[in-house]
């Protein structure tokens, strides 16, 4: 394994950060705070819950950079692997304030000031959503807003301020965030491998694929199996709610059953040995297209191997019976087939 494949790269106020020695528990708040000295991201209850900690992370969705307002307390450093971190330190330009924390002091927005970073970081996605090279966009309605900033708790100010704030910010000159460039600099940080962060005896994998992810399931449950006395079943899936697809690897489990809205059958079957069994296991992953009223059907030994009180299984074929009756189906009927 490189050098490259352990070490976690993000970008922080445009420069590349790498992270190696730092224990891939740790949290990003306590990182910033702890590490890197700033300290402008505050903690709160350390549980997700205050937004006291909200910070922005960019994101490559394609060739676009997509931001997302997370709560710093409750994501681990190692996450930050191929994004951009941005905190309230990085909005400041020039000596200036940006017009997010501008309009925060026109309408009084903060008062104790405890939650205030937070709820800049949070309307800062916003702002930076909107405007653009060429301008502002569609401001957002009061809705969105407060759809915004349902993350972030304020004790002391009451929301009413902070809501005007987030339509005042609009009103200042225009500061836009260079996706272009951004988006540039987050592919130089794209990789092909998975990131496999360790550090003492606490590791952190991140594949950038179903098989990667199985291939490192599947090593780890090597390594605690008991000279293959102890192995696991799994069947892993990943649907694209944009293309409807679903790719999908099986380790052993039960089939799915995939029943189509015309009442056809298909098994899920593609995949490999159970996870534990075999170190260098090859797993071959599946894709089929879901259309809307098709059934997927993940299920257990627990459903299959169910007995009644006769000491009868339930088995496969009650299941699929079942599946081909449809929906509207009495259970007991079912039951006693
Ligand atoms: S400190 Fe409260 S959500 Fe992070
Ligand atoms: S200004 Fe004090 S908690 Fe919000």
């Not at 992370?57 to 710093?72: I, M, W, Y």
């Not at 307390?73 to 501008?102: M, N, W």
């Not at 697809?245 to 089939?255: D, E, K, L, M, V």
Request: aromatic share 6%.
């Amino acid at each position: 394994m490189t050098d490259k494949e352990r070490v976690a790269r993000f970008l922080l106020g445009g420069e590349v950060v790498e992270v190696a020695d730092v224990s891939p528990a740790k949290s990003v708040l306590n990182f910033l705070r702890e590490d890197l000295r700033r300290k402008g991201t505050k903690e709160g209850c350390a549980e997700g819950d205050c937004g006291a900690c909200t910070v922005v992370l960019g994101e490559l969705a394609g060739d676009e950079v997509r931001l997302r307002a997370v709560n710093a307390c409750i994501q681990f450093v190692p996450s930050l692997d191929g994004k951009a971190l941005y905190t309230v330190e990085d909005l400041r330009q020039d000596g200036a304030l940006h017009p997010v924390q501008q309009a925060m002091v026109d309408c009084h927005g903060s008062q104790c000031g405890f939650c205030t970073p937070g709820f800049v970081m949070s309307l800062w996605n916003v702002y930076a959503d909107c405007v653009t090279a060429s301008g502002c966009g569609k401001r957002p309605s009061e809705t969105e807003l407060r759809t915004a900033l349902t993350g972030n708790l304020c004790r002391c100010t009451g929301y009413r301020p902070i809501l005007e704030a987030g339509q005042r910010m609009f009103d200042h000159p225009p500061v836009h965030l260079d996706r272009a460039a951004l988006a540039q600099k987050l592919k130089g940080l794209q990789r092909s491998e998975a990131l496999a962060y360790k550090h003492g005896n606490r590791r952190f994998l991140a594949p950038r694929s179903l098989a990667q992810l199985v291939a490192g399931m599947n090593q780890y449950a090597c390594s605690n199996s008991q000279n293959g006395l102890r192995f696991t079943t799994a069947f892993l899936g990943e649907y694209d709610a944009g293309d409807r697809s679903f790719s999908y690897i099986n380790a052993g489990h039960n089939a799915p059953v995939v029943r189509r809205s015309s009442g056809s059958i298909e098994r899920l079957t593609l995949g490999g040995l159970p996870l534990g069994i075999q170190q260098d296991s090859l797993y071959e992953s599946g894709s089929i297209a879901l259309q809307s009223g098709d059934w997927l059907v993940i299920f257990t030994d627990g459903l299959v191997e169910a007995v009644n009180q006769a000491d009868e299984e339930f088995g496969e074929q009650r299941l699929l019976d079942v599946l081909n009756m449809g929906a509207a189906v009495n259970r007991q009927r079912c039951w006693i087939g």
